[in-house]
């Protein structure tokens, strides 16, 4: 049985011309993409470099740190710089202070915001809207504004004790109010709600039980912010705090940085020890940081 042969394949002229075209589009694609990562190598590099920079100029000796060219790599190494820091200043001090503060003042924010947010997410009653309207216009304000009169409130009441009035600032702030409130009306359902009064929940039963656990994405988000917002405050602090044991940790850096002989050295130690903290909190809770910015973000 011979074996009959396949003719040539042969291509249309339909599909030759469209081969360059798909060639043709194909190059932009990918000179797109590769502009893209170029840009977010760019901006990694602008974002790390200050950090590896203090890291690096921490383990310097003071006439190293702005050697002309500049190092990288610390030549010769040294932790006296460190050493320095924690035997001469109240550094521990400073940074119970801020991690305490910070942390007390994330928690509590944390749940008032939530407790707000869904007060005004899945609650009617008479002046709603004209409150969240103020609450939200609140925002606006810049803090230095309030400053003073916040400061003569705290005196005036006896509450100028630095555990207590280095965290009333940040205890129900408007934008964490309105964060969980938006996340409350778009993934918490009134069918749940309801459900829950059915079974006999009260309203706080409700809320703790079973709204505070679908929060868990924008609760992580706004713990972070929260967090930031206190532990880098400088200008509340510097004016509440006049004992040196008990300032926060920028009050403190900032003093040695303000000082005569401006000790770099001991400036970049303290920043590098002073990040651990953030650095930990956003790698604990990096993944509901990213929910909670995501949230609402793809609708199916």
Not at 120 to 139: C, T
Request: one cysteine or more; hydrophobic letters at 55%.
């Amino acid at each position: 049985m011979t074996a009959i042969a396949q003719p040539p394949s042969v291509d249309t002229p339909r599909e030759t011309a469209r081969a360059p075209h798909r060639r043709a589009s194909r190059a932009p694609a990918v000179l797109r993409r590769a502009l893209l990562y170029a840009t977010l190598v760019a901006l990694l590099v602008v974002f790390v470099a200050p950090l590896l920079w203090a890291v690096s100029g921490s383990f310097k000796e003071r006439g190293d740190i702005f050697q002309t060219p500049p190092s990288l790599i610390p030549d010769p190494l040294t932790v006296e710089n460190y050493a320095a820091l924690l035997s001469t200043q109240p550094f521990f001090a400073w940074f119970g202070m801020s991690v305490g503060t910070a942390s007390i003042a994330t928690v509590v924010s944390v749940f008032v915001c939530a407790l707000a947010g869904y007060g005004f997410a899945k609650f009617r009653f008479r002046g709603r809207r004209v409150l969240f309207a103020v609450m939200f216009s609140s925002l606006s304000i810049p803090f230095a504004v309030i400053l003073v009169p916040l400061f003569i409130l705290v005196v005036k009441s006896g509450l100028a004790n630095p555990w207590f009035s280095l965290i009333v600032p940040w205890v129900a702030p408007a934008f964490g109010i309105f964060m969980m409130q938006q996340f409350i009306v778009q993934s918490v359902p009134d069918d749940i709600i309801e459900a829950a009064r059915i079974d006999g929940n009260s309203e706080f039963g409700t809320f703790w039980r079973v709204v505070l656990p679908l929060l868990r994405p924008s609760l992580g988000a706004l713990g972070v912010w929260s967090f930031l917002q206190s532990y880098n405050s400088f200008m509340w602090p510097l004016v509440l705090v006049s004992d040196a044991e008990q300032y926060t940790v920028p009050l403190g850096l900032n003093i040695l940085f303000a000082s005569e002989n401006r000790s770099y050295d001991l400036v970049l130690a303290g920043a590098v020890l002073a990040s651990i903290p953030t650095i930990l909190v956003f790698i604990l809770l990096r993944k509901q940081l990213l929910e909670g910015l995501t949230a609402g973000a793809v609708k199916g």
